[in-house]
C-alpha cells in the first residue's frame, strides 16, 4: 500500500474516530439541550470556524507543503526555520483573533437573530461566541506543530492528538452541561456555553500530546540538519513572502463549508420568518446545522485525512517532475473518495429516518429524516471540494482553488434566500450543493487543463461504484420493507435502532462484497485489503 494511503488511513481514521465521537456525544447532549441547544451551539461554532481559518491563515497547511518541498530537497533546516517563525506569527494571529471575536460578539450574534420572540436570542449567541472565542488564543500556533509534522510525511501527531483533543472536549461538554442542568438547575444556555468554552480544553490536551511528540523526535530532526550539506539560507522575508503564496488559498480552503452555512445563519431565519414558515425554522436549522450536519460530515473525513496525506506526496513529485507518480496519485485520491464517500452518502440517504431516530429523537421524524436525506449527497461534494483544492495546491495552482471556492460561495449567496422562499428548509440545501458542485467542476477542468490530466480510468471506476452502490440501496429497500411488517421502526425508537443495524450491517456487506470481488477496491488502494480479504473470503 503507497505512503499516501497509509497516511490517508491513518488521518481518514483519526478524522472519523474524531466525527465519530462528535456524532455520538450529540445523542445526550440533545437530551439536555434540545432542538435549541443545538442550534444555539451551531450558531456561535460556525463563526468560531471561520475566526480559526482566518487566524491561522492557511499558515499550518502552507507549512506542510513548503516543509515537504525543502526536505524533498535535502535542506532540512529552512523547513525547520520556517517552523519556528511560523509559531511565532501564529500566537500573535490567534490572540488578535480572540479579541477581535470576543469585542464583536454581539454585533455577530445580531447579524443571525434578529428577532426576540423565539426561543433563541442574539444574547444568548453572544454569550456562547464569547465562550468559544478563548480557544483561539492557542489553536492556530497548535495547528502548525499538525503542519509540520505532516511535511515530514508523519501522519501519527495530528491523528493521536486530533482524537485526544475530541475526546476531553466531549467529556467536559457532557459532563459540564449535565452538572449545569440537572445538579445546579441552571439555563440551557449557560451550559451550551460552558459546551463551547470546551473548545479550548479539548485544545490543552491537544497541545500536550504534540509537545510529548516533539520531545521525541528533536533529536531525530536535528541529526537531519546537521548531515545535510546545502541549505537555500532564505531571509526571513522571502521565508514569509514564499509561505503566504502558498497560504493564502488554504485559508479559502478551509473556509468553504463554514462559510456556506454561515450564509444559511444569516438569511435562514428571516427567509423562513417572511416565507411562513416560523413554526419550523428551529427544528430545519438543528438538522441543518448541527444534528444532522454531524452525520452526512463523517464520510467527508475520509476526503480531509486524503487531501492532509496527499499533499506532501503530491507536492515533492510536482517538485521533482515526476509526471507518471503525481498522475496516479491525483486519479488514487479521486477513487478512494468515490469508492467511500458515494455508497456511505447514499446509504445515509437510504436509512436517514432510521438515524436520526436512533441517535436523536422520535418527535416530528418525517420532516427531520427529509432533510437528512435531502443532505446526504452534499457530503460527497464536500469531500471533491477539500480533495480537488488540495490537489490544485500541490500542482502550484492554488489561486485558482481560490476563484472556483469565491465563484461557488458567491452562487450561495445570490440564490440562498430564494431557494428557502421556495423550498423550505431543502432550499438551504439546494443552495449549498449548487454552489459546491459549481466549485467541484471547475476545480476539475483545471486539473484537466493544467496538466493534461486524463479521467478515463476514474470514470470507468464510478460506474462500477455507482452500480454496486444501487444494488446495496435496492437490498436496504427490500429489507425495510420486509422488517417493516415486524418492527414499527417509524413509531418506535427501539424498532429503529434495530433497523438502522439491520441496514447498515447489510448493506455495507454487500457494497464491500461487490467491490472485493470485483477486484475495485485491490486497484483502487493499490494493493491487497488485508482486513477485508480475510473476511471476505471466509
Not at 70 to 86: C, I, P, Q, V
Amino acid at each position: 500500500m503507497s505512503k499516501m494511503v497509509r497516511g490517508t488511513m491513518l488521518l481518514s481514521g483519526a478524522s472519523f474516530l474524531s466525527k465519530f465521537l462528535g456524532m455520538i456525544f450529540v445523542i445526550p447532549f440533545y437530551a439536555i439541550v434540545g432542538d435549541a441547544g443545538g442550534t444555539l451551539f451551531a450558531y456561535a461554532y460556525t463563526p468560531y470556524s471561520i475566526f480559526i481559518s482566518l487566524s491561522t491563515v492557511g499558515i499550518p497547511l502552507a507549512v506542510s507543503k513548503f516543509v515537504s518541498k525543502y526536505n524533498s530537497l535535502g535542506d532540512y533546516e529552512t523547513g525547520m526555520r520556517m517552523f519556528k517563525a511560523g509559531s511565532t506569527l501564529m500566537l500573535f494571529t490567534g490572540l488578535v483573533a480572540f479579541i477581535v471575536m470576543f469585542s464583536t460578539a454581539d454585533w455577530i450574534a445580531s447579524l443571525q437573530i434578529r428577532g426576540d420572540n423565539s426561543a433563541i436570542t442574539s444574547n444568548d449567541v453572544a454569550y456562547v461566541i464569547r465562550m468559544v472565542s478563548f480557544a483561539l488564543i492557542i489553536i492556530p500556533a497548535m495547528s502548525i506543530v499538525r503542519g509540520f509534522f505532516q511535511g515530514h510525511q508523519s501522519m501519527g501527531p495530528t491523528a493521536v492528538s486530533q482524537v485526544i483533543e475530541q475526546i476531553v472536549r466531549i467529556l467536559f461538554i457532557l459532563g459540564g452541561s449535565y452538572v449545569i442542568v440537572f445538579v445546579l438547575g441552571g439555563s440551557k444556555t449557560t451550559a451550551v456555553g460552558f459546551s463551547a468554552f470546551a473548545a479550548l480544553l479539548g485544545a490543552l490536551a491537544s497541545c500536550v500530546i504534540l509537545f510529548l511528540y516533539w520531545k521525541k523526535r528533536k533529536s531525530h530532526l536535528q541529526k537531519q540538519i546537521d548531515a545535510q550539506r546545502y541549505t537555500y539560507d532564505l531571509k526571513t522575508k522571502d521565508l514569509f513572502k514564499e509561505l503566504f503564496r502558498y497560504a493564502g488559498p488554504f485559508v479559502l480552503v478551509g473556509l468553504a463549508i463554514p462559510l456556506y452555512q454561515l450564509v444559511d445563519q444569516f438569511t435562514f431565519e428571516p427567509a423562513m420568518n417572511a416565507s411562513g414558515r416560523e413554526d419550523e425554522w428551529i427544528l430545519a436549522s438543528s438538522v441543518i446545522m448541527n444534528y444532522g450536519h454531524k452525520i452526512i460530515i463523517i464520510p467527508m473525513t475520509i476526503a480531509t485525512g486524503l487531501s492532509l496525506a496527499m499533499l506532501p506526496s503530491l507536492t515533492e513529485a510536482f517538485t521533482k517532475n515526476k509526471r507518471e507518480t503525481y498522475t496516479k496519485l491525483l486519479n488514487q485520491a479521486l477513487q478512494v473518495i468515490l469508492v467511500l464517500v458515494v455508497p456511505a452518502s447514499a446509504g445515509i440517504a437510504m436509512l436517514s429516518g432510521e438515524i436520526y431516530g436512533s441517535l436523536f429523537t422520535m418527535d416530528d421524524l418525517g420532516a427531520r429524516a427529509e432533510l437528512m436525506a435531502w443532505y446526504a449527497p452534499v457530503a460527497l461534494l464536500f469531500g471533491f471540494i477539500t480533495v480537488t483544492a488540495g490537489m490544485l495546491q500541490g500542482i502550484d495552482q492554488q489561486n485558482y482553488a481560490v476563484i472556483s471556492l469565491l465563484t461557488g460561495l458567491l452562487v450561495k449567496i445570490l440564490l440562498n434566500n430564494q431557494f428557502i422562499h421556495l423550498f423550505g428548509g431543502k432550499g438551504a440545501i439546494l443552495g449549498t450543493a449548487l454552489a459546491a458542485l459549481i466549485a467541484v467542476i471547475m476545480n476539475l477542468w483545471r486539473l484537466k487543463t493544467t496538466i493534461d490530466f486524463s479521467f478515463k480510468q476514474t470514470i470507468k471506476r464510478t460506474m462500477l461504484i455507482t452500480i454496486f452502490t444501487a444494488v446495496m440501496c435496492v437490498v436496504i429497500l427490500m429489507l425495510k420493507l420486509v422488517l417493516g411488517i415486524f418492527l414499527p421502526f417509524q413509531e418506535e425508537r427501539w424498532a429503529a435502532i434495530v433497523m438502522l443495524i439491520f441496514g447498515v450491517t447489510v448493506g455495507g456487506v454487500v457494497y464491500l462484497l461487490l467491490a472485493y470481488k470485483s477486484t475495485l477496491l485491490e486497484h483502487v488502494f493499490d494493493g491487497k485489503i488485508p482486513l477485508i480479504g480475510r473476511f471476505m473470503n471466509r
